[in-house]
């Protein structure tokens, strides 16, 4: 007997698995760039995701982390402020705590577009960005940022956002290449308003489907691929 009713199916409905073309999909290629992400979360949940991934992974320093982190907070303040100019962050002042709270937004001017109260509630979801940008070195410029020492010692940055733009990402191959694949599936035969969860289990479900048809053990193929990437990770070799 068959029980399957395509309208109860989690991956039916929407118009998802009908091959379209890039430019078709919402957004369009512009919503596969977080640096031309219009919705503020996005950006936050795309910077959270990769700085997590190189968390987990020996083969990205820190000094990647800051970058990735800075191109985050850059992009998400932008799309709250797009006359952004220079963006000032702060050590917190609470014991134990280093994160580099956003403290205040210039424009172009020097006039000041917002100041930390008003960015209070950014600063919560950029959480894990500013914590990664807890170890920067005091007199020192990296990709568009000028980190200072205050005069209590506190560690300070400003961002120029032009700057930290044309810097851009660092490359991280290796997580680079799967994102291009799964943001080409969601495009082309899924949803760009679904999740990167949901995007990955929609591919992966098709890549049963292929594997079963030709006889391919796919539980043994992740098995490799998991002491595979488990050891890249380790010997710092992703790539």
């Not at 990402?169 to 799967?178: I, T, Y």
């Not at 992966?204 to 992740?222: K, N, P, V």
């Amino acid at each position: 007997m068959n029980t399957f009713t395509e309208s109860a199916h989690p991956r039916a409905g929407d118009g998802k698995f009908e091959a379209k073309a890039v430019d078709e999909a919402p957004g369009g290629t512009e919503a596969l760039d977080v640096s031309l992400a219009r919705d503020e979360q996005a950006a936050v949940d795309t910077g959270r995701a990769r700085l997590s991934a190189m968390a987990a992974s020996a083969s990205d320093g820190r000094a990647d982390e800051r970058q990735v982190a800075v191109h985050t907070i850059t992009t998400a303040t932008l799309i709250r402020y797009p006359d952004a100019a220079r963006i000032e962050t702060g050590e917190c002042d609470q014991l134990g705590c280093y994160r580099q709270h956003i403290q205040a937004v210039h424009g172009a001017d020097g006039a000041m577009l917002s100041d930390a109260d008003e960015l209070m509630d950014l600063s919560d979801e950029l959480v894990v960005a500013e914590a990664a940008l807890g170890d920067g070195i005091p007199g020192t410029v990296e990709q568009g940022v000028v980190w200072r020492q205050d005069r209590d010692g506190s560690l300070t940055a400003s961002f120029d956002v032009a700057a930290v733009r044309q810097a851009g990402l660092p490359a991280h191959p290796a997580v680079d290449r799967a994102a291009a694949t799964i943001d080409g599936y969601r495009a082309r035969f899924d949803d760009l308003d679904v999740g990167e969860d949901t995007a990955a289990r929609d591919m992966l479900t098709d890549l049963h489907h292929w594997a079963r048809a030709r006889g391919i053990d796919l539980e043994a193929a992740f098995r490799a691929a998991g002491q595979v990437a488990d050891e890249e990770t380790t010997t710092g070799t992703a790539g």
